[in-house]
């Protein structure tokens, strides 16, 4: 299934961006922080849901990429917990079963022990909030993250209920992952997929979304392993280097991902 994700329409607002984005085909949608942020309260969760209702879009997911979740301080940690907290039950109450998440494992390499002590943490904390409305969480390999290799942040969420592994091709690709066996070593942990392209930077900082087929990444080798996997869950568009042409952008990145899924 494919989605794409609002940010590549932060100049829109979230209505307009949701009537372009089913003018061009997509049935789905992530929805990008910037759009959902003004939503993730209870009395406003009502809106967004007509929202998607009158677009006719069903929600993929709701990338949160505003609340680190391995901070070493103890109150700035319990703060960040009771945000999530609060986006779980706005997410359960429109319908979005997945929370897709950028920048939780926020960290440095020198403190690992600390941040990953931290990280389990506020995940005990969250479970009887993710287990009683029935929402997953999925976590990728960042830049700026306190773990460097996809590997290791499969192995972090491995065995945690309601936590999935988010991956995402222009940042596997970042490091150095061979994506096959990044997949292959996920497998039924895989809960979403995020499809960009990239050349390799000199800094990970400076790395780029772009329309699959103008940077480097091999997506014959990840569809092909997704497909091996037996991965049924979304395929999620994130061009967001193209905000200077949006409806360009999602159009030929949607053209793309049917090619190589076979549509």
């Known amino acids: 299934m494919i989605a794409i994700e609002t940010s590549l329409f932060d100049s829109y607002s979230l209505e307009n961006a949701f009537k372009e984005i089913r003018r061009i085909g997509y049935k789905y949608v992530e929805i990008c922080s910037q759009h959902f942020i003004p939503y993730n309260e209870p009395k406003r969760a009502k809106q967004l849901a007509r929202l998607l209702k009158d677009s006719n879009l069903e929600l993929a997911s709701i990338l949160v990429t505003w609340i680190p979740l391995a901070l070493i301080d103890e ?3 319990k703060e960040r917990v009771q945000e999530m907290e609060k986006s779980i039950h706005v997410a359960a109450s429109v319908g979005c079963r997945l929370i897709t998440c950028a920048g939780a494992l926020t960290g440095n390499l020198e403190s690992r022990e600390e941040h990953t002590i931290a990280f389990k943490k506020s995940i005990t904390e969250l479970t009887t909030t993710l287990e009683e409305n029935d929402v997953c969480i999925s976590f990728e390999c960042h830049p700026g993250d306190f773990v460097q290799k996809s590997e290791e942040a499969i192995d972090l969420l491995r065995g945690i209920h309601h936590v999935g592994y988010l991956f995402c091709s222009p940042h596997t690709f970042l490091f150095d992952s061979d ?85």
């Open 75 to 77: 109150e700035e940690r």
């Open 179 to 263: 994506p096959q066996i990044t997949l292959e070593y996920a497998k039924e942990l895989l809960t979403h997929a995020h499809i960009a392209d990239t050349h390799k930077p000199k800094n990970k900082d400076d790395h780029q979304h772009l329309i699959p087929g103008l940077g480097e990444i091999d997506f014959e080798k990840i569809f092909r392993t997704l497909k091996k996997i037996g991965y049924v869950g979304f395929v999620s568009a994130v061009p967001f280097t193209h905000r200077d042409k949006p409806v360009a952008a999602a159009t030929e990145t949607k053209k793309r991902i049917e090619q190589f899924l076979g549509l």
